[in-house]
């Protein structure tokens, strides 16, 4: 039988992840607080995903994507219940952005360099296997992107396995993963976000991505 993914989210990062696992067959639950956000893109799917409560969701997958706001993916996944993330792959793609406004077109955030936010969630809920994925990408790119070489993922987290789990997605979804280790490496990790949407608000150029070269 086909893999679940529950989704926690209802932005763009949950449809256009939502509509690239469908694509390879997984069976998709998208998580909210309010389903309506998400009827036209249900519609335009097809193909019966599902829509529920955070709670629903992270019950639903056997893997489980946390595509929330930075300053509520706490308190999301407290929704969501640590019973239903307890032993699970968490792929986090979610970013500390601050809700105060950029700095000189810098994204601020409400995290520093020696605590990421995946560290505090990794230790919120310590039964749950969190791994930094598709966070320093915008979501245009995030399913099989034409570039001219295959762009790189930096990913990072605790468990060996779940890491596997997230490298055999992204591969599916075109892309090089570089593991960076631990889950302290999301100190570098959230900010190459900030790096990414710089050309972006300054001169509208949102179609980059990163690539790390190797001998
Ligand atoms: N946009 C991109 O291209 C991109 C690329 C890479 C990474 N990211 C990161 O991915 C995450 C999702 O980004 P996004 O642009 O798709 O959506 P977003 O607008 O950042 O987040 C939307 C989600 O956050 C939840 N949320 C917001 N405030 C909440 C609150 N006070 N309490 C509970 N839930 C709350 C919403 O829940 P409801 O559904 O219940 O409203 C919704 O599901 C963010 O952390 C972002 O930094 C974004």
């Keep these: 039988m086909e893999k679940k993914i529950g989704i926690i989210g209802s932005g763009v990062v949950a449809q256009t992840l939502g509509a690239g696992f469908l694509k ?16 036209e893109w249900q519609a335009g799917v097809g193909k019966g995903v599902q829509v529920g409560s955070f709670a629903d969701t ?6 489980i994507v946390l595509a929330a706001k930075g300053t509520a993916a706490k308190s999301v996944l407290e929704l969501a219940g640590a019973a239903n993330l307890r032993g699970k792959t968490i792929i986090d793609a979610a970013n500390p952005i601050a809700d105060e406004p950029t700095d000189n077109g810098v994204l601020r955030y409400f995290t520093n360099l020696d605590r990421s936010l995946m560290e505090q969630l990794q230790a919120a ?11 320093s990408v915008g979501s245009a790119f995030m399913i099989n992107p034409s ?29 090089e993963t570089a593991d960076f280790g631990n889950v302290e490496s999301a100190r570098a990790i959230e900010p190459l976000c900030m790096l990414w949407c710089i050309q972006g608000i300054a001169k509208n150029e949102w179609n980059h991505a990163f690539k790390l070269l190797k001998f």
Excluded: H
């Design 24 to 39: 390879y067959q997984y069976q998709v639950m998208l998580g909210t607080r309010d389903s309506s956000k998400l009827t």
């Design 58 to 63: 992270t019950a639903f997958g056997d893997i």
């Design 125 to 135: 809920f310590p039964d749950a296997n969190f791994v930094k994925a598709f966070n």
């Design 147 to 175: 570039f001219e070489s295959k762009p790189t993922m930096f990913i990072c987290g605790n468990n060996e396995e779940a890491k596997k789990e997230v490298t055999e997605i992204l591969d599916l979804f075109g892309w």
